[in-house]
């Protein structure tokens, strides 16, 4: 398959934080946190693979109508809302009624050994 589809699905906002549950052509992957007020429209997106001057390697860019490349919304590792500037975190676990995931590094490597399988990539946010 050359092309992938991401689907993000949002909760409702806690605790200063949005957990999502991230979908991989149709399957759970991961969750997802992001941060409250600063968290990209829900739309489609393209993503893009490629390295982040910040980061310094391999990771996801999320590029559509709301978000120019030149702004840099990536996915990547973090836990709880403060890290993340825009972007969406990834992580593999999570409490009840909690505003934080965990395993976030596992996560973000496995979603990476997905990913670059595809050419195409596109993601959809609820």
Not at 11 to 26: D, I, K, Q, T, W
Not at 32 to 50: C, D, H, K, S
């Amino acid at each position: 398959m050359n092309h992938a589809l991401l689907d993000l699905r949002r909760a409702a906002p806690a605790h200063g934080g949005l957990l999502g549950e991230l979908y991989l052509n149709g399957k759970f992957f991961c969750y997802t946190m992001e941060r409250v007020g600063v968290a990209i429209p829900a739309g489609l997106y393209q993503v893009l693979l490629n390295v982040s001057p910040k980061f310094r390697k391999l990771m996801p860019l999320l590029v559509g109508a709301h978000v120019p490349a030149s702004w840099g919304v990536r996915m990547h590792c973090g836990t709880v809302p403060a890290d993340s500037d825009a972007c969406v975190l990834v992580g593999l676990a999570k409490l009840p009624n909690d505003s934080k995931i965990y395993k976030s590094v596992e996560a973000f490597e496995a979603l990476m050994t997905e990913l670059v399988k595809y050419t195409t990539l596109e993601l959809t946010i609820h």
